[in-house]
């Protein structure tokens, strides 16, 4: 029951989808936060989480024992933030496809260049510039 309660605080807490921000990319990371501030990683633990939000455990595991079923298609999320950078995790949510032509990660905050959008979704991203900060902040804090 916590975690509807965690969940519903996270996702009302989002201001409005404010104007899509252009990340500045250097090399294989975005080293800039896209929101200007730190993300919150309760919040971005429960994106993580959420079947219907992020979908991360579809492909991923992770430490949240809580949730049956987790995918085995991609990397774990254990130890993340001891094998990537702050900047590094937040490429690989932007845009994957930046680093791996092949993936089949989807593109969280793209809205240019992506194919078969279903119309409602067409010029929106996928997670909002906070929802990604934080993710980013939840997955820096895994470090076993």
Wanted: glycine share 10%; aromatic share 6%.
């Amino acid at each position: 029951m916590w975690v509807l309660a965690v969940l519903a605080l996270a996702l009302v807490g989002y201001p409005a989808a404010a104007q899509q921000v252009t990340p500045q990319i250097n090399g294989d990371s975005i080293p800039r936060s896209l929101t200007g501030q730190p993300g919150d990683a309760t919040r971005g633990r429960v994106i993580v989480a959420n079947r219907s939000v992020g979908l991360c455990l579809l492909c991923h595991s992770g430490p949240i024992a809580e949730e049956r079923f987790q995918g085995d298609l991609a990397p774990s999320f254990a130890g993340a933030g001891s094998r990537w950078s702050e900047g590094q995790l937040r490429l690989r949510i932007v845009d994957g496809s930046r680093l791996n032509a092949d993936t089949i990660m989807p593109a969280y905050y793209r809205t240019q260049g992506l194919q078969r959008v279903a119309r409602s979704f067409e010029g929106k991203t996928i997670l909002s510039a906070a929802q990604v900060e934080d993710v980013v902040a939840y997955l820096v804090t895994l470090k076993d």
